[in-house]
């Protein structure tokens, strides 16, 4: 393929390691391409076209990568917590500089949004700033013992090498997020992306080798068989943590996996998030926000509404202002002009959202808008949908949607959504919106969930601890707690007699 | 009344006034429906203390739904009031010391001064949880996003947590986890070990009378651990899993629980190092190894398993520790001149000859001891001192679990961290030395998660305890361990 015409949107085509196909995975600081010279294919959802070609690793080279990680390992452990933040911070900047062509990139692999994209390359890098400065805050503590010729001393170090298993829909920021507390921490590890959106790791990874990581300390490998690489990261015993983020099915293999070395575990799952919606809500404000919680990257999020609660009084108003701001998307290619939503990762995907509509509507919803596949644009492009009476025998009330479906259900009183809200096995995130300052909190604290939006459609920040609870996993991300998942603690009693 | 009931000033406290002990289950003691029950034997000289109920795996299923009524209103109690129970619970303990301490040498074997240590410290850590009840706290991030916001972190219970206890330390093991998840505001399941339930029924009669309500803390009693366990591993209304334990069982466990994405916190076995350098006093280093290898027989995870004595000591602190050995009593633990009890089974006297002869055909130098005591009716066997080990041995790679010293020898400070960090668990690990720059490198090189320099002691309800690397994850006591029993939750709240 020479000269695709998506490549002359991209300034720095060595970036994505591109200058020749197929692009490559980076192990001990070199990039590498598969022995047995097998490839995969990136496809452009948008367009439906392949968009290059990526080289295909075995399980023998992620075992070869973890064992170099290991060897990294004794060296990176002992560096400078000073070192670690310059490292971090330099990223960071590399990744501001290049923001452009990772945006222009992840649209074209992913198929957000540029704006979607931009502000995620933008989310990702904050996490490399962020633990550039949590590296120069492992504090231990001193204690008091209770023998007066003994101190006590907890240090905290760096658990090993990390594993570290990342998805499609946020490929930028689910690696720094992670990566940036490994390396804060002194861990060294092999990274798996998805294999949907590796070219965000590869530039990822060709950014940190060009911010100085030593070689051996992230190793990125690419391949298109995530199962067998993902039991070779949970079973090989050079490995003592696991991180990962994707869905609930997959969460429990690896850690039914991971029990044989007892491998330490961070999970980020899927989620069934409510928005609930009060009689007393601001229902502008929450219907701006239920557009940005819902829609964004099209659905495809973790954290995203999936169970629109509204009160039946509010509910024919609240439906309106919903439909109002939904009618005004462009949907189309993610790189175009104007373009507010675009096609979804997948086929796959697609064909998942039209099950969870179809469902809805054989059950008594109306779809008001949306509710198919727009054709014209493509296979993977699906109309922005809104459904109203929605029920609780439904597909959509079950299980993530992970696309452009809003499904608004009726309720009548507080303890009834709650009771409604929390009866899934999954709690990721939850949204309100009410005035009242006894219900927020109440309503935040009742709430089975990691993490609340009142009055807001946003929980990440990177400030602020990211997880769930529940069959949504457990760990938490960025905040002053990210870091904690890549250290052990030790404690030292010590005798001065 | 049994001539066991006799020995106590409060039989009822274990069940002793009744034919078979009762288990509890939302505050009702009862007995099983199976009407079978199971024999709790003591190890000094085999004789049956009692009888207690063996439960079914429903009225496990239904002590787990308990659980999760008793949650309902517990998780809504404050902190002061959880931490006032905590407390009542531990001034019982202090006024029933007397029983609590002769019931775990009668079921454990140990040393009445052994057992007298571990119920001080098992009323230790529950003051301790009743301090750290009150200072649970969540945060306020500075937000980079709105000016109108606040991001708060509340923590919050985690639900019903399962303790899953071993025989060891039958009534450490159930305050440290259990005060933990109390004071963190869950309600708990405990499955004791089946050979030491008493100290556990009897510590959760006194937290009945403190106050804690019905349901909030509920006992499975079984001779079947590995089919209770894979209920509580299992059902979905456990969103927690505390285990102390055999490493194999943790991986079982932990694989058991992946099912409903259970967090799951592992206290597994070790392989401990304790290392002598010559600068420092050998006499103290032999005080300080018999002490802690001898407590408790030998059959805790701390115990050192490997003794790595520097080359220029050997000979000397060999001498000096045969000497020692020499003068520890083995008897009956009741008999307050015991220094030594028995171990708590055959099966653990079996192990210790096994890895005796093993190291001894591997060319292994028996100093003392090794055999069998079999003329006093339990589980006795000597104290026993091994030299010239060398890494081929069973005893380099296997906790020993016994009254076993392994002498290793070494040359210089690298040598010896390579092979002490060889192994695949890391709980703790022991250094002796008076220069500050070796006893300091040596502490943090060391692969495990609890050191102790120049001291035998690695455990104080004030510090973090737990393994890393196959000894397990997740810390107990300490100001981490309430934190296992509770979820991060992050309010975002936004005003305007």
New interface residues.
């Given amino acids: 393929m020479t000269n695709p015409e998506w490549i002359t949107k991209v300034k720095d085509v060595e970036l994505f390691d591109l200058k020749v196909q197929p692009a490559r995975s980076f192990i001990g600081g070199k990039w590498v391409v598969a022995s047995s010279g097998q490839v995969f294919d990136v496809e452009d959802p948008g367009r439906n076209r392949v968009l290059a070609s990526v080289t295909d690793m075995a399980v023998e080279e992620t075992r070869e990568a973890i064992e170099i990680a290991h060897t990294a390992f004794q060296k990176y452990r002992h560096s400078s917590v000073r070192e670690r933040a310059a490292i971090l911070r330099r990223w960071y900047e590399l990744i501001l500089e290049n923001a452009d062509d990772l945006a222009t990139m992840m649209t074209l692999e992913n198929g957000k949004s540029l704006a979607d994209s931009r502000g995620e390359v933008v989310y990702a890098a904050?996490f490399l700033d962020w633990f550039a400065g949590e590296a120069l805050r492992i504090n231990g503590?001193s204690?008091?013992?209770?023998?007066p010729n003994?101190r006590?001393l907890?240090?905290k170090?760096p658990?090993g090498v990390v594993g570290i298993i990342t998805p499609w829909n946020f490929p930028a920021a689910m690696i720094t997020r992670k990566v940036g507390a490994a390396l804060a921490a002194g861990c060294t590890m092999v990274i798996r992306p998805a294999a949907e959106t590796p070219f965000s790791a590869i530039a990822l990874a060709k950014l940190a080798e060009r911010a100085g990581v030593p070689p051996g300390v992230i190793n990125m490998v690419t391949s298109n068989s995530p199962a067998e690489h993902g039991l070779e990261l949970t079973t090989n015993?050079l490995i003592?943590k696991v991180s990962f983020t994707g869905s609930?099915n997959v969460?429990?293999?690896l850690?039914?996996q991971?029990?044989?070395?007892?491998k330490?575990l961070s999970?980020e799952?899927g989620g069934n998030a409510p928005f609930i919606v009060f009689e007393d809500a601001d229902l502008e404000k929450a219907a701006d926000a239920l557009i940005a919680c819902k829609f964004r990257g099209s659905g495809q999020t973790c954290v995203c509404a999936n169970r629109i609660f509204v009160h039946s009084n509010v509910y024919t108003q609240f439906v309106q202002l919903v439909y109002d701001r939904v009618s005004k998307f462009q949907l189309g290619y993610g790189l175009d002009e104007g373009v507010t939503h675009g096609p979804l990762v997948s086929r796959k995907a697609v064909h998942k959202v039209q099950e969870h509509v179809d469902d809805a509507l054989n059950k008594g919803a109306t779809a008001l808008t949306g509710g198919s596949v727009a054709y014209e644009m493509g296979p993977c492009y699906f109309h922005p949908t809104v459904l109203v009476d929605a029920k609780y025998n439904m597909l959509i009330a079950q299980e993530e949607t992970f696309g452009p479906v809003c499904a608004l259900f009726k309720f009548s009183t507080e303890e009834e959504v709650l009771k409604h809200a929390n009866s899934t096995?999954v709690g990721l995130a939850g949204y309100l919106f009410s005035k009242d300052i006894s219900r927020?909190f109440r309503v935040?604290?009742a709430l089975e969930?990691?993490?609340?939006?009142?009055?807001?459609g946003?929980?990440s920040?990177?400030?602020?601890?990211?997880?769930g609870?529940?069959?949504?996993?457990?760990g938490?991300e960025g905040?002053?707690?990210g870091i904690s998942e890549y250290l052990?603690?030790?404690?030292?009693?010590?005798?001065?007699? | 009344m049994s001539s066991t009931a006799a020995l106590f000033h409060r039989p009822e406290l274990f069940g002793l006034d009744q034919p078979v002990t009762p288990s509890v289950v939302d505050g009702k003691w009862f007995t099983s429906n199976s009407k079978k029950s199971f024999s709790v034997e003591n190890p000094a000289n085999t004789q049956e203390i009692g009888k207690v109920t063996d439960m079914t795996v429903d009225e496990t299923k239904k002590s787990i739904e308990a659980a999760a009524n008793g949650f309902k209103a517990y998780k809504n109690t404050t902190h002061v009031q959880r931490s006032e129970m905590l407390t009542r619970w531990a001034t019982l303990m202090e006024e029933n010391k007397e029983d609590l301490v002769k019931m775990l040498t009668l079921e454990n074997g140990k040393p009445l001064s052994h057992a007298d240590m571990e119920v001080s410290t098992s009323i230790g850590y529950i003051k301790w949880y009743a301090g750290e009840a009150v200072r649970v706290f969540g945060d306020i991030a500075p937000s980079s996003l709105q000016m109108n916001n606040f991001i708060m972190s509340v923590k919050q219970p985690v639900g019903i947590s399962g303790l899953i206890t071993p025989w060891n330390f039958p009534s450490a093991m159930i305050t440290r986890k259990g005060g933990a998840a109390l004071a963190a505001g869950c309600s708990i399941v405990i499955m004791p070990a089946t050979s030491t339930p008493y100290s556990c029924l009897g510590l959760v009669k006194l937290a009945q009378e403190a106050g804690f309500p019905n349901g909030v803390i509920n006992v499975i009693t079984t001779s079947n651990v590995s089919e209770h366990g894979k209920e509580l591993t299992t059902n979905p209304l456990i969103r927690k899993i505390s285990f102390t334990g055999s490493t194999n069982v943790g991986k079982i466990l932990m694989g058991q629980s992946a099912s409903t994405v259970k967090k799951v916190s592992m206290e597994l076995g070790g392989n401990a190092p304790f290392i002598v350098f010559p600068d420092f006093p050998i006499d103290q280093a032999v005080d300080s190894l018999c002490n802690i290898k001898f407590f408790s027989a030998g059959e805790v995870c701390v115990c050192p398993n490997r003794v790595y004595l520097h080359k220029d000591i050997y000979e000397e602190f060999t001498k000096k520790l045969l000497e020692k050995v020499k003068t520890i009593k083995v008897g009956d633990g009741l008999d307050p001149s015991t220094g030594l009890g028995p171990l708590i089974s055959k099966q653990g006297c079996d192990k210790m000859a096994s890895h005796i002869e093993d190291s001894v055909a591997k060319g292994a130098k028996l100093l003392a001891g090794g055999k069998r005591i079999t003329d006093k009716g339990g589980y006795f066997y000597e104290p026993t001192v091994l030299a010239n080990l060398n890494h081929d041995m069973i005893v380099a790679c296997e906790e020993t679990f016994g009254p076993l010293i392994s002498l290793f020898q070494f040359e210089n400070v690298d040598q010896v961290l390579e092979r002490a960090n060889d192994t695949e668990v890391g709980l703790a690990g022991y250094v002796f030395s008076k220069d500050v720059s070796t006893l300091v490198h040596v502490a943090k090189e060391l692969e495990v998660g609890l050191v102790g320099a120049n001291i035998e002691l690695v455990d104080e309800p004030f510090m973090s305890f737990g393994g890393i690397k196959q000894s397990g994850f997740g810390k107990e006591a300490g100001r981490h361990g309430v934190e296992e029993f509770m979820i991060i939750k992050e309010v975002n709240l936004k005003t305007h």
């Fill in positions: 904050n503590d204690h008091m013992a209770s023998v003994n006590i907890t240090i170090q658990v015993p003592r609930t969460g429990k293999i850690t039914k991971s029990s044989s070395t007892l330490k999970l799952l096995p927020v935040a604290e969930v990691g993490m609340v939006g009142c009055n807001t946003a929980v920040d990177v400030l602020s601890p990211f997880g609870v529940k069959e949504s996993g457990y938490r905040s002053q707690h052990d603690i030790k404690s030292m009693t010590i005798s001065i007699d």
